[in-house]
């Protein structure tokens, strides 16, 4: 009996420690992998089965944009080359940096312009390293949405962002967690002005840029002038972006699909939140499928749908409840639920 899914492909921070050799455990002897590290070689990088395959994890190499953006990619793509036949994926989105991989998971971009795209951007973003990220949660403990909370830390960060030299933006609308992105001023008055919840909110996020706001516009241009529409081509499955919008099969304009992708995508608000529940509404898929490396979008997805009322549920409780009984969300990054999935 076959499965109707919503692949969802994860951004930045999503290969950490855990993750090491995370290809050579999943992947080895991909012949994808040997086009991919001559892709680096080429540009005088590390290849992708290198920097999977060292003997220790470091931050300092893997966390950065040139090495973690096409190892996410890497594990991401063949991840969802690995899913078993019975599973029919009806649409694809990604989280930030993840759309770039959902538009090669989609067929938007065949496998080596995706990596070109990817690889592309996580230099570039890394050359310039303009601004930075930090994620701050807007819900309690329980998933249930708040909004008078997530209105007021919104106007902190807007006052913030209307005064003196700081700039503060919402980067990514993420479940139960704002995303905020902006120059180190910005950052800084923030962390004075809220409450630190958990022993670690507000969460700096390291090597990430201002991803997903105005600061970003050099950037969004260098990739333009790198990556032409060339690349691009009408996807084979829906795709859902940042804003919620869907690119259909057989009815997506290429050069738009390219303008949104290295423009809005790059310099504008990212809504995940609003994407996967778009999915949830449009596409009634039987399963959520997060493709690795990590597990850490696992929760932005649940709280997403939760924050929508998918299936009747209206808080975490709830959420773990109708998981127990069948499987909504796959987190193929984990050992015990990767295998539901692959067959």
């Known amino acids: 009996m076959s499965c109707r899914a919503v692949l969802i492909c994860p951004g930045r921070g999503t290969y950490n420690k855990p993750e090491l050799g995370y290809l050579h455990r999943h992947h080895a002897g991909n ?53 078993a036949e019975d599973i029919e994926v009806v649409a694809v989105t990604g989280n930030s940096m993840g759309w770039y991989i959902a538009l090669a998971a989609a067929g938007a971009l065949d496998a080596q312009g995706g990596f070109t795209v990817v690889n592309t951007m996580g230099r570039l973003m890394q050359e310039a390293s303009i601004g930075g990220q930090l994620v701050y949660p807007c819900t309690g403990p329980d998933w249930r949405p708040d909004p008078a909370r997530r209105a007021g830390l919104l106007e902190t960060v807007r006052q913030i962002d209307s005064g003196g030299d700081a700039v503060l933006r919402l980067s990514i609308d993420l479940g139960g967690m704002l995303v905020l992105a902006g120059n180190d001023a910005g950052l800084a008055e923030f962390e004075a002005s ?7 909110f507000p969460m700096r996020l390291p090597h990430h840029a201002a991803f997903h706001t105005h600061l970003q516009e050099p950037v969004a241009q260098q990739g333009r002038d790198a990556l032409p529409s060339s690349l691009f081509s009408q996807p084979e499955i829906p795709l859902i972006d940042g804003r919620g919008a869907i690119w259909w099969p057989g009815a997506t304009d290429r050069d738009a699909l390219h303008a949104y992708t290295l423009g809005h995508q790059v310099t504008q608000p990212y809504d995940f939140t609003r994407a996967v529940q778009i999915a949830a509404r449009e596409f009634a898929p039987d399963m959520f499928i997060v493709t690795g490396p990590g597990n850490t979008l696992g929760g932005a997805v649940a709280q997403s749908l939760v924050a929508g009322g998918w299936h009747g549920m209206h808080s975490k409780a709830a959420f773990t409840a109708r998981q127990s009984e069948t499987p909504l969300l796959v987190s193929m990054g984990l050992e015990d639920q990767r295998t539901i999935v692959t067959g």
């Open 31 to 83: 012949p994808l992998l040997d086009t991919f590290d001559e892709l680096r070689r080429a540009e005088g990088q590390t290849p992708v089965t290198e920097l999977d395959g060292a003997e220790r994890f470091s931050n300092a190499t893997h966390t950065v944009g040139d090495a973690a953006s096409p190892l996410i990619y890497a594990a991401s793509y063949l991840d969802r080359q690995s899913l």
């Open 194 to 200: 809220v409450p630190r919840l958990d022993g670690r």
